[in-house]
């Protein structure tokens, strides 16, 4: 599972500016990380990331660690999310499988979901792929999940960012359709936004065509980890 390791360095280092008597944080696992950081931090940190990264993912990077929320529930938060993102990895071992903080960024390139050319109409492999982590999605049904649609840059940016949109929406409706409540998911066109490879070379623009999810924890998850903690 790949583990952004830069964003632990840099949530240390905001949080050494903000609180005295952090350092122990730096040495910290995804868990433990969610559970030494709080919402104000994680405001800052959020907006920091979704500005100033110098590569793409910002935005979904950015939310996930927005939406920290810190102490021991943030801990119980983080070890769920730990689990959900191992069940990911081992049910679509081609996904990029990103744990942030208490939350999951999953990046799904053309080698797992793809569409049909200039069009947001899934293909049958993408289909495939995609059934692989309903099961996953289903078993962690408190959590919220936002999918993010990229383009290349080629072709105009208006084209681009519609295109986004409709293949986000697209990728929506059929985890809806095989049973996942709709009332979990928001959708995000960020067209040629956020691009993780170059955009002058075949292969690059293949990378910065695909689908992102967050998965954060909702309201209920949030509440029964705070509840736990209580007991």
Do not use: H
Not at 78 to 106: C, H, W
Not at 115 to 125: G, I, N, Y
Not at 169 to 176: D, E, G, I, P, W
Request: glycine share 12%.
């Amino acid at each position: 599972m790949k583990k952004i390791v830069s964003l632990s360095i840099v949530a240390s280092f905001a949080l050494g500016t903000l609180f005295t008597g952090c350092e122990a944080a730096k040495n910290t696992n995804n868990t433990q990380r969610g559970a030494g950081i709080g919402v104000a931090a994680g405001a800052v940190i959020g907006g920091i990331l979704g500005n100033n990264l110098g590569k793409g993912g910002n935005t979904a990077l950015g939310a996930v660690i927005g939406g920290v929320v810190g102490g021991a529930a943030g801990g119980v938060i983080g070890n769920k999310m730990d689990k959900q993102a191992r069940e990911i990895e081992q049910a679509l071992p081609g996904a990029e499988v990103n744990r942030v903080e208490e939350g999951i960024v999953l990046v799904l390139g053309e080698n797992s979901v793809n569409f049909e050319t200039s069009k947001s109409v899934l293909t049958a492999t993408a289909k495939a792929n995609l059934d692989k982590i309903v099961p996953v999605l289903q078993s962690y049904a408190d959590t919220d999940i936002v999918v993010y649609g990229y383009t290349d840059s080629t072709g105009r940016l208006e084209f681009n960012q519609k295109l986004s949109e409709d293949r986000a929406a697209s990728v929506r409706s059929y985890l809806v359709g095989k049973g996942l409540a709709s009332a979990r998911f928001k959708t995000k066109g960020m067209g040629p936004n956020d691009p993780i490879a170059t955009n002058e070379t075949v292969e690059g623009r293949s990378k910065n065509r695909r689908v992102e999810f967050t998965i954060t924890a909702n309201e209920k998850m949030i509440q029964e980890a705070e509840q736990e903690v209580k007991n």
